[in-house]
């Protein structure tokens, strides 16, 4: 067979929507104004017809942002459950909520519990004014995960069409990294977790999808089609396929990784979306080509070929995990589905059969990968890896609003990237082919730009989630973006000395920060309780609270035409925002993935005294992974305020990846009286001491050829995040340099920020270009090492650049790996007469360590042990383990990592002969797979000095 006669091509047919013509509207004819700063895990907005702004928060709070009072209330919080990425994480009103007022949430009910149910669920409240009716919850329909799935890559957005269908997104729920970054498709026996064809590609599973459903005015008891819910005609398939049984009918589009964000659909089907793809940050010759993500523009149903295919005209190959080799490259053009996880998945997994044959390809509509100027995509200037779908924008000239988006923007669909902060607008030819992009307001920056929408008066409202981990970021935001033909508003920048305090409570204001765009004068009032009354005038004022309780001051700027901005002020009474912090171990001092973390944290809070205790700290461990991290575990600290974690990788996260540990420390106070709970966080963010800088997060002129980092002239530069350099007295780095004349520097926060060390690269002479012969050069620290946390940019010059001319070709440079290595003071000792020594560094094992047999299907830990004997001449020395990594069987490797001990790690004297015990461990899971046969691997023990 040749594949069911169900693919569409994308785009084909579509209606022409043509832009108005001309150079987009300049960047200072818009206004940003911000909203909203008091949010937590801000995940999606709705605008709703008569201004005000709907907020979900992932762990169940819905707000309301009252365009009348410029202030923010909680309109009502749901039962919310938050295992890994899922949460509340789905918000629409429906079309008619005008006079319906329902709207529709998306979230994870804690009952039944997730781990049990393993469900979602799409539900139907009523808005009564600003009060969301919690007992008018309808349940519409039940999105079932995976029995193994713990909340990652799950998606969620909900996006209505105007004739009512309901589209809702979900994502492959399969473990992203156990295949390298490349694409999942495991068919061992007990790797379902780790094959994307058991949910993104079976025509029989909820999962990786987009569904398209219409939910019924008056829906039944019983949560199903028929009952809640209807199946709109036109949908990917029928049911019938096959003899029935092995399709969804609520499947719209399938292939698809974790589409975060729906940003626009139609009565007629048209859809346009986002779609995540794999975390390789390279192209394999025999596995397939680097991650990418893409957005996509389509008016048919469709199969858009994850895990098969991804990139246009780049299939992945066919893995075969037992013999660890390509069988060859998938063909896009027919799609076969023979994965036993697909055809006979296995009782309880919540995995139905669905069709051995499944609809071929059809192609995303715009993609792009980590790094600008890829040639493996036409959007040369796009870059990042979380692509996001912003609305469409539909111009009225009937609109009276003044703030509405010009004619410019007709037709334009709005996307953006969350993980490189751009947003951009895209206008397609009649033919559906993108006809041009332009970046959108490229002078802001929204931070992690979340969730974006239309408002009734044309103006574009954006939800920034942040930077940072969690709850309370500093710069997140609900921001309102205007434009202004004529006169503009004026720019407020105001802040606040204090936003908490006791009882009375005085603050002082300060908006000398605010500016108007054409250069009037402004004048200030402030309205101390939000009741409409002007309480004070001028830049800077201040106001004493004698009552307790929470209060909103506002502060209006007009400029000389009476264009006016606003700036709130959430200001609590009666009761200071505690104060947490994670003492020890310091922000960005390096720390190895698989070695215990014992941390310290500190509250202290003025109204709850003695009761704000450590022990009520939530200290939640993630592991983070490129620009985002994955809750793992959430501990509270003993009386001591101490406690010990073991940050490691998952089964999702092995090979070559960037990844860090990052703490996340939470306390919320107890209130007092009239002044309600306030809470604080503090976060952390710990990187390994040694890093492959192929896996860099940033860079610029900096490439990788054949896997390895590779820099081709002066400027060209990479970055690593987050490091605190206080214990640290040298960097380390593994280089290879076919020619001379040129210098690695070292610089903090930016390529161009202050010197932190240097080192010139010599010739390696390897024999050609593009060879490599790597040596160790190290840069050592001195006085201009910064303090705190920084991060580090390792960036090309020539040494002598007044030599060199523009043409003068640099040397390659290639750049394996940089290891921080601890300082250590250096130990004086009086010298005597009689002889010298030779600088020694003698490390020798006694052999190999050899476990007990490992016993299938029992839970054990065994132990085996070796010896090093260590003869150091050094002031200091230092024994160090490679990552063990797990131990290997042919193509088979333990699901849990090799665990190495070593009695002793460190000398701060001349040694001989020292012994040092070395222990190894390895967990067996009683529902660990073991191959038959010998398990084995080489670790390899490093002896090193910084004072030799």
């Given at each position: ?445 929204f931070v992690k730009p979340m969730d974006m929408q239309f408002g009734a008066d044309g103006a574009l409202y954006v939800l920034a989630y942040g930077n940072g981990w969690g709850a309370n970021n500093d710069d997140t935001g609900l921001y309102r973006v205007t434009y202004a033909a004529g006169n ?224 081709q002239g002066p400027g060209h530069w990479f970055m690593f995040r987050n490091y605190d350099l206080a214990t640290i007295g040298a960097i380390r780095m593994s280089i290879s340099s076919r020619g001379s004349g040129g210098t690695m520097e070292v610089r903090a926060d930016s390529p161009t920020g ?195």
């Amino acid at each position: 067979m040749t594949g069911l006669l169900l693919a569409a091509t994308a785009l084909v047919g579509v209606p022409a929507t043509a832009s108005a013509q001309g150079a987009p509207p300049a960047d200072d004819r818009f206004e940003v104004s911000l909203l909203d700063r008091n949010i937590t895990q801000g995940i999606r907005i709705e605008t709703l017809p008569d201004g005000r702004v709907l907020l979900a928060e992932r762990d169940g709070r819905l707000k309301l942002f009252k365009p009348a009072t410029g202030t923010t209330v909680v309109a009502g919080q749901l039962a919310t459950g938050v295992p890994g990425e899922l949460g509340f994480v789905g918000l629409a009103a429906a079309p008619d909520f005008a006079t319906s007022h329902h709207i529709y949430a998306h979230y994870v009910p804690t009952a039944p519990a997730y781990a049990v149910s393993r469900i979602s669920r799409v539900s139907r409240f009523t808005l009564t004014g600003d009060t969301l009716d919690l007992a008018s919850e309808k349940p519409i329909y039940n999105v079932q995960h995976p029995a193994y799935a713990g909340g990652g890559h799950s998606a969620g957005d909900l996006e209505f069409a105007p004739n009512g269908d309901l589209y809702i997104a979900t994502g492959d729920n399969t473990g992203c990294c156990a295949s390298f970054g490349y694409p999942p498709m495991d068919e061992r026996p007990g790797q379902i977790a780790n094959d994307a064809q058991a949910t993104s590609a079976n025509t029989n599973n909820p999962n990786g999808k987009i569904l398209r459903i219409h939910p019924r005015s008056e829906p039944g008891a019983t949560v199903g089609e028929g009952s809640t819910y209807d199946i709109p005609a036109g949908n990917l398939f029928t049911g019938a396929e096959d003899g029935g049984g092995k399709t969804l009918r609520e499947i719209y589009a399938m292939g698809l990784r974790n589409p975060f964000t729906i940003g626009d659909a139609t009565s007629s089907g048209e859809l346009w979306f986002a779609d995540y793809g794999p975390d390789a940050t390279l192209a394999d010759a025999t596995r397939g080509p680097a991650g990418h993500v893409s957005m996509i523009r389509t008016t048919k149903p469709a199969n858009f070929g994850w895990p098969y295919c991804y990139v246009p005209g780049q299939p992945y190959g066919d893995w075969d995990y037992v013999a660890g080799a390509s069988r060859g490259f998938y063909d896009c053009g027919n799609l076969v589905n023979n994965s036993p996880n697909n055809l006979t998945p296995a009782a309880g997994t919540f995995v139905n059969p669905g069709l051995l044959d499944i609809p071929d390809n059809t192609a995303r509509t715009m993609w792009w990968t980590y790094s600008a100027g890829s040639p493996t995509t036409p959007f040369e200037d796009l870059f990042g890896g979380g692509a996001m779908a912003g609305p469409k924008y539909t111009y009225d000239a009937s609109n009276p609003s003044t703030s509405k988006f010009p004619a410019w923007f007709d037709g334009r669909y709005f996307f953006f990237d969350w993980t490189t902060d751009w947003v951009a607008t895209a206008a397609f030819n009649g033919d559906g082919s993108v006809k041009d992009h332009e970046f959108f307001l490229p002078v802001h920056t929204f931070v992690k730009p979340m969730d974006m929408q239309f408002g009734a008066d044309g103006a574009l409202y954006v939800l920034a989630y942040g930077n940072g981990w969690g709850a309370n970021n500093d710069d997140t935001g609900l921001y309102r973006v205007t434009y202004a033909a004529g006169n503009r508003r004026p720019t407020v920048k105001a802040k606040a000395d204090k936003d908490s305090g006791g009882t009375p409570l005085t603050v002082s204001f300060d908006a000398t920060g605010s500016t108007d765009p054409d250069g009037d004068a402004l004048t200030y009032s402030w309205d101390w309780t939000n009741d409409g009354t002007a309480d004070a005038t001028g830049v800077t004022a201040s106001h004493t609270y004698t009552t307790a309780g929470q209060y909103v001051a506002r502060l209006t700027v007009t400029d000389a035409n009476g264009a006016t901005s606003i700036q709130n002020f959430p200001i609590t009474v009666g009761n200071t925002r505690p104060v947490v912090k994670i003492v020890s171990p310091a922000d960005g001092t390096p720390r190895a993935l698989g070695q215990p973390l014992t941390f310290k944290v500190a509250v202290s809070d003025a109204e709850d005294g003695t009761k704000a205790d450590c022990t009520k700290i939530a200290v939640t461990l993630s592991l983070g992974h490129n620009s985002h991290a994955h809750p793992d575990v959430t501990v509270n600290p003993g009386a001591d305020c101490t406690a010990t974690v073991t940050p490691d990788r998952d089964s999702a996260h092995n090979g070559n990846l960037y990844l860090f540990t990052v703490l996340e420390a939470t306390y919320t106070d107890l209130g007092n009286g009239d002044a309600p709970a306030l809470t604080a966080t503090d976060a952390a963010e710990y990187s390994p001491p040694t890093q492959a800088t192929n896996v860099y997060p940033l860079g610029e002129g900096t490439g990788l050829y054949t896997g390895q980092t590779f820099m081709q002239g002066p400027g060209h530069w990479f970055m690593f995040r987050n490091y605190d350099l206080a214990t640290i007295g040298a960097i380390r780095m593994s280089i290879s340099s076919r020619g001379s004349g040129g210098t690695m520097e070292v610089r903090a926060d930016s390529p161009t920020g202050p010197l932190i060390t240097s080192v010139v690269m010599p010739d390696t002479k390897p024999a050609a270009s593009l060879q490599r012969i790597y040596q160790v050069q190290t840069a050592l620290l001195d006085a201009r090492k910064p303090q705190g946390a920084h991060d580090l940019y390792f960036v090309t010059k020539w040494t002598n650049p007044a030599e060199h001319g523009p043409n003068d070709p640099f040397p390659e440079i290639f750049f394996n790996t940089f290891t921080l290595v601890p300082y250590a003071a250096s130990v004086e000792t009086p010298g005597t007469v009689g002889g010298t020594v030779p600088a020694t560094l003698s490390l020798a094992l006694s052999g190999p360590a050899t476990f007990a047999p490992f016993q299938p299907g029992v839970a054990k830990e065994y132990t085996a042990t070796s010896e090093a004997t260590v003869t150091s001449s050094a002031g200091d020395a230092t024994l160090s383990v490679s990552d063990p990594g797990r131990l290997t069987n042919g193509a088979f490797s333990l699901p849990q990592p090799l665990r190495v001990e070593l009695g002793t790690a460190q000398w701060t004297a001349p040694v001989a002969n020292a012994k040092v015990p070395i222990t190894f461990k390895q967990a067996i899971g009683a529902n660990d797979a073991l191959r038959t046969g010998t398990y084995s691997r080489t670790v390899t023990f490093t002896l090193s000095t910084t004072s030799p």
